[in-house]
């Protein structure tokens, strides 16, 4: 399947500030995808990422809260902007490919104080 | 739109007994489903996808599930628990074609010994 790396692994970080979120994948693909977390709970997706066009969110999330980038075929960013503790969550970007299907990164671990 | 309903948020096994984990989905086209796990703070690992190939999939770690159409159900089983087999399980379904992927609540297993 394919690899992604993603970074950081984890993170705690002051209320105010902006944490961005690195996915790294071995192979070119289409489309990705940034999927949250919250404690306890299941995955909610952000939003879905393709390389040079805007980044399409889901209902409830905004550009101006997390901004993404998709500069390449192999590569996004993910910002969590102006933090407080309720974003706290794991943080996942996933990618699919038809001979693979979904692969999940590791995730991001984010703690605001 | 799609959706998964895991019934049960925790489930309890003897170890050695049948794993049975509920899903039912609600798609309007043909649908791709999934399962994953996520151990304890680790990332999501794929068991096993249906691709409306045949109706019987057989996963990793001795897991498989059946795509019952007329159920609209995709039930995970494993004939006999381990206790390494503790862990969170995601159902998951999409419409395919590189599309998100929308996952249930899910369902906490544990294993007694």
């Known amino acids: 399947s394919a690899v992604i790396s993603q970074k950081p692994s984890r993170d705690i970080c002051q209320r105010g500030t902006s944490l961005t979120i690195q996915c790294q994948v071995d192979?070119?693909?289409?489309?990705m995808f940034w999927y949250r977390q919250q404690p306890g709970q299941s995955l909610t997706l952000i939003a879905t990422a393709n390389q040079g066009s805007e980044a399409t969110y889901e209902s409830g999330f905004v550009i101006d809260k997390f901004p993404i980038s998709r500069p390449n075929l192999t590569f996004s960013t993910l910002t969590v902007s102006n933090m407080s503790p309720e974003d706290s969550s794991i943080y996942l970007c996933s990618v699919v490919r038809q001979d693979y299907g979904y692969t999940f990164g590791s995730g991001t671990r984010l703690t605001v104080v | 739109a799609q959706s998964v309903t895991q019934l049960g948020s925790h489930v309890s096994v003897s170890e050695g007994a049948l794993v049975l984990l509920r899903c039912n989905y609600s798609s309007s086209v043909p649908p791709y489903l999934f399962w994953y796990v996520q151990y304890p703070n680790q990332g999501l690992q794929l068991l096993l996808k249906?691709?409306?190939?045949?109706?019987l999939v057989k996963g990793i770690n001795g897991f498989e599930a059946e795509f019952k159409k007329s159920e609209t159900s995709f039930h995970l089983t494993k004939p006999s628990a381990h206790m390494s087999d503790a862990a969170e399980y995601f159902c998951?379904?999409?419409?395919?074609?590189?599309?998100?992927?929308?996952f249930g609540t899910g369902t906490k297993l544990q294993v007694i010994p």
């Open positions: 998951a379904v999409s419409p395919g074609g590189y599309q998100k992927v929308t």
């Open positions: 249906y691709t409306s190939a045949a109706t």
């Open positions: 192979s070119q693909v289409t489309m």
